[in-house]
């Protein structure tokens, strides 16, 4: 399959991106993902290996986009916690000395 990653065009293979990340040990993963055989592995790191380019020169989206065309998974960003809800003045302080209080 052809694409573009950083205004280069690439022949890509699923074969082919199978054998370049053959061996390849996986980055810890702070961001998008994409998962290649049993290994989960940072887009970024992929997309360095496949195209030879430093990371700075493509987007994740690229990669994402290639891989997901070629028939790879791919994870988006993890999700954040839904924040807790902010406690009064009243509530935090009955929480620290560990009464409830009924409001």
């Known amino acids: ?3 573009v990653i ?3 065009p690439f022949d890509l293979t699923k074969s082919g991106v199978l054998e370049s990340m053959k061996g390849v040990k996986p980055e810890p993963i702070v961001g998008e ?5 049993r290994r989960q592995y940072p887009v970024k790191q992929v997309g360095q290996i496949i195209t030879r380019q ?3 020169d493509f987007s994740a989206g690229e990669v994402v986009r290639a891989m997901t065309l070629l028939g790879f998974t791919c994870r988006g960003l993890p999700q954040a916690a839904a924040p807790e809800p902010a406690l009064t003045p009243l509530q935090r302080a009955s929480a620290m000395l560990g009464s409830p209080v009924s409001v």
């Open 1 to 3: 399959m052809r694409c």
């Open 6 to 8: 950083a205004r280069f």
């Open 33 to 37: 993902s994409v998962i290649i055989g």
């Open 54 to 56: 430093d990371r700075r």
